[in-house]
């Protein structure tokens, strides 16, 4: 399939699932370069649930020129656009053993460089003195987030589950959810493969339940500029050529 297939189904569908994006080879060098770093710090987070480092690309810089290869680069700038650039990024490790899960949600705050009375933007929020806000909806809309699975992920190990064309319906409350008319999709994807996702899609994950690890980079891109004194927290150009 054409990348351009793909991009027509996130358009349509909110989602994609492309695998064999990076080979067995490349997937051991990206765990090797997070393995040699030490966890220290706020963006650091470790329990026996979960292991997760916000700000992940800014942690470990090394990562990013294996994690833009050929494939990879083709990708963003055929579906997003080549103006688009990093705005966040988190690495998730959930052990083999974790009970951890989320239920249905969007995906409605982005990160940013300080907080600032500015209209349409809020409520607001601070993790690990971290700015998030709730940015009006035509930025979130801009947005694409793309997935990099280092495991195998399918149904027993938290594999994303979303409700399809679901980020097309604006600001959608799951509890308002009607499962008469919607329907769940489970994104099973191989290792080395990626799931490409727009934030406003509803989805959630479950338990491990097959004791099998699930280890995924979560990068988002944007090309929107924000309003004045607002920064990106992550900003980062990406040379694609």
Not at 25 to 43: P, Q, W, Y
Not at 175 to 196: A, S
Not at 228 to 233: C, F, G, N, S, V
């Amino acid at each position: 399939m054409t990348w351009n297939h793909y991009k027509t189904e996130v358009e349509a569908n909110g989602f994609a699932v492309i695998d064999t994006i990076y080979t067995d080879h490349e997937i051991g060098d990206i765990i090797s370069v997070i393995e040699k770093t030490e966890a220290r710090g706020e963006t650091f987070r470790k329990s026996a649930d979960l292991f997760a480092i916000r700000q992940f690309l800014k942690e470990i810089p090394d990562v990013l020129p294996l994690l833009l290869n050929s494939r990879l680069k083709d990708v963003i700038s055929t579906i997003f656009g080549s103006d688009y650039f990093v705005v966040k990024s988190i690495y998730f490790d959930k052990p083999a053993a974790s009970n951890w899960f989320v239920a249905y949600h969007q995906d409605l705050t982005i990160s940013v460089d300080q907080k600032a009375d500015i209209q349409n933007f809020g409520p607001w929020t601070v993790k690990q003195n971290q700015f998030a806000v709730q940015p009006p909806l035509q930025i979130l809309e801009n947005i694409y987030t793309i997935r990099i699975h280092l495991d195998e992920t399918n149904k027993d190990n938290g594999a994303l589950k979303v409700v399809p064309q679901s980020h097309s319906k604006q600001i959608y409350r799951p509890e308002t959810i009607n499962w008469e008319i919607e329907t769940e999709t489970v994104c099973n994807v191989n290792k080395g493969g990626i799931m490409i996702m727009k934030p406003l899609l509803l989805h959630s994950s479950g338990r491990t339940i097959n004791n099998g690890r699930r280890r995924v980079i979560h990068i988002e891109f944007s090309s929107a500029q924000l309003p004045e004194p607002l920064q990106w927290a992550e900003k980062s150009a990406l040379n694609l050529n």
